[in-house]
């Protein structure tokens, strides 16, 4: 448990944090689907670590766009670990769409190359 929010499952491992999706919980048996970033593990009693993670979180939660996840909340669990809470976005991210059009031998048409370069823009 991370606060309200309670873990379901990891999604993904990076070279400095692990991503959870997890559910937050509210009076009356609210829930919200959310994902939860934390350090990883080898990391967590590296302040230097936490310190980007808040960092991170703090510079995130004051970008407002369409393109970009809502940073929903920064805590601490009993265990002492920093975690940021953001939206969860149901979908495939970019690289599994690479991965799957890679390994179906089927190339991205350009339309659809113009138009996800222009929502990162």
């Known amino acids: 448990m991370y606060g309200q929010y309670t873990v379901l499952d990891r999604i993904a ?5 692990e991503v959870y999706r997890g559910v ?5 048996g609210l829930q919200r689907p959310v ?3 934390k350090v990883h593990p080898r990391f967590s009693t590296d302040t230097r670590f936490v310190r980007m993670l808040i960092r991170e979180a703090k510079i995130t939660a004051r970008l407002n766009h369409p393109n ?8 601490q669990n ?9 939206e969860f976005v149901d979908g495939h ?8 059009a890679n390994r179906h031998q089927v190339p991205l048409d350009l339309d659809t190359i113009l138009h996800m370069a222009s929502e990162v823009c």
């Open 13 to 17: 491992v990076g070279g400095m944090a």
């Open 24 to 28: 937050a919980r509210g009076a009356q």
């Open 35 to 37: 994902v939860i970033k």
């Open 68 to 75: 970009i996840v809502e940073i929903l909340d920064l805590g």
């Open 78 to 86: 009993d265990d002492g670990e920093c975690f940021i809470v953001m």
């Open 93 to 100: 991210d970019l690289r599994a769409v690479m991965e799957q």
